[in-house]
């Protein structure tokens, strides 16, 4: 779904295909819960019992060194640990014991963190490709009603700061970069929007409570998890 590291996710927008809805529909203060998702959406496409395609990505050391790397220039930074330049001290035991870590003392401990951390996030990535395919699927099939321009206009703003960095890094506006994978912030958001429906609706069968949107959304994930086979 949404939440994938911005390289990831650009590689996601340029493969999503969009399906068009109608118009969008107000009101402009529609609060999306899941008492009020069937005013949304007609008839939920399958979610259970697919079978999807997503790979693993290798955890490699220089994966592991590079993101070391980044973590302990911004810890060093946090922690003033600069020469009279302002340049970053180089890591050693001493650097690190002074960052005064409960998880952590010397270098070596640092690197097995880091790992554990890189491997973390591989299998975090790997599970959410494996939910993103479920949702996508489930969203194409899916018959709605409206998708209120208080929930497009929500996505928009996530968009646009999503990919404000890397749109910045090229010196062009977010919608241009967008133009370049093929979509449109318009098109993209749209698309979000129903599968914030679709996760709401899912939700609301299982009968889990969306107080706390967060856990929610992980009680969703965990169901799709354990209902979703992985094509080897």
């Given at each position: 779904m949404k939440n994938r590291?911005?390289?990831?996710?650009?590689?996601?927008?340029?493969?999503?295909?969009?399906?068009s809805c109608g118009n969008p529909a107000g009101p402009d203060d529609f609060v999306l819960t899941t008492e009020n998702v069937d005013e949304c959406i007609?008839?939920?496409?399958?979610?259970e019992g697919l079978t999807v395609t997503a790979v693993k990505d290798e955890v490699t050391d220089s994966a592991v060194k590079k993101y070391a790397d980044y973590y302990?220039?911004?810890?060093?930074k946090e922690n003033n640990l600069t020469d009279e330049n302002g340049e970053t001290l180089p890591m050693t035991d001493e650097t690190i014991a002074a960052l005064d870590s409960k998880v952590y003392k010397n270098s070596n401990e640092f690197m097995v963190y880091i790992r554990e951390t890189v491997f973390s996030f591989a299998e975090y990535d790997y599970?959410?490709?494996?939910?993103?395919?479920?949702?996508?699927?489930?969203?194409?099939?899916?018959?709605?009603k409206k998708i209120p321009k208080a929930l497009i206009n929500k996505e928009k703003e996530y968009i646009n700061?999503?990919?404000?960095?890397?749109?910045?890094?090229?010196s062009i506006e977010v919608d241009y970069y967008l133009e370049l994978c093929g979509t449109s912030v318009?098109?993209?958001?749209?698309?979000?929007?129903?599968?914030?429906?679709?996760?709401?609706?899912?939700?609301?069968?299982?009968?889990?409570?969306d107080e706390n949107t967060d856990e929610m959304k992980?009680?969703?994930?965990?169901?799709?998890?354990?209902?979703?086979?992985?094509?080897e």
């Open positions: 590291l911005l390289t990831i996710a650009l590689a996601s927008v340029c493969a999503i295909g969009m399906i007609e008839k939920i496409g399958t979610y302990y220039e911004l810890l060093a599970e959410n490709k494996i939910v993103s395919e479920v949702i996508k699927s489930a969203t194409e099939t899916s018959e709605f700061e999503q990919f404000k960095e890397a749109a910045e890094n090229y318009d098109e993209l958001s749209e698309e979000y929007a129903k599968e914030e429906i679709v996760l709401y609706k899912i939700a609301s069968i299982l009968g889990i409570d992980n009680a969703v994930n965990e169901y799709i998890l354990l209902v979703t086979s992985v094509a």
